[in-house]
């Protein structure tokens, strides 16, 4: 089983999930599978990946880890209130992101004590990438807006990370006999704010 669904709001896919079969999507799907002392495959840098238990709590801990990640990834000059805005902006649309993708990740995946899911990001091309993965075989969905029930709280997620993110897509894998699920959005970094990563 293999599957591959692009949401490019941008005129193409930019976010490159199945150029390569040798990627570290392939690395990050090897680390859900592994046993629980080989978390972290070679081709990652440690800091750039985390894995939680599917768990409600960690949700908040995932949105964490990617704001002190785009702290260290963009850089405002100081004084500049335009740098600071562009870089806010960008911290506020990709933590809420990282939410409803590891709220999604969460209610979806939680199949078994032994599950999780990770959270990868990473920069390429000045595109900052958020790759949420999970062992659930449910395609993502994105609802119109006229779909959704006033008062229903759930059938949102995918919505506002159509929104908040310059593009977004998944993939389904089998892997070791067992389903990876990766989805990825990007966001432009503003070239004024972007380090040397």
């Not at 070679?42 to 964490?64: K, T």
Request: net charge negative.
């Amino acid at each position: 089983m293999f599957t591959v669904k692009s949401h490019s709001f941008t005129g193409g896919p930019l976010w490159g999930l199945s150029q390569s079969p040798d990627s570290q999507i392939g690395h990050i799907m090897d680390v859900l599978n592994a046993p629980a002392d080989e978390w972290l495959p070679s081709g990652i840098e440690p800091g750039r990946l985390r894995v939680y238990a599917a768990d409600a709590a960690q949700v908040r801990e995932a949105r964490r880890f990617a704001v002190k990640w785009l702290y260290l990834i963009t850089n405002p000059q100081a004084g500049d209130d335009a740098q600071l805005r562009a870089q806010h902006h960008l911290i506020d649309r990709v933590q809420e992101v990282v939410s409803e993708l590891a709220t999604n990740a969460v209610r979806h995946a939680a199949r078994g004590d032994d599950d999780q899911f990770a959270v990868c990001l990473s920069v390429a091309r000045g595109v900052a990438r958020v790759d949420v993965m999970d062992h659930s075989p449910d395609a993502p969905v994105v609802h119109s807006a006229g779909d959704l029930d006033v008062m229903t709280e759930s059938g949102r997620g995918m919505l506002l990370v159509a929104a908040l993110s310059d593009g977004w897509e998944y993939e389904v894998r089998e892997v070791g006999g067992r389903v990876v699920k990766v989805v990825r959005a990007g966001f432009h970094i503003p070239a004024e704010i972007r380090t040397n990563t």
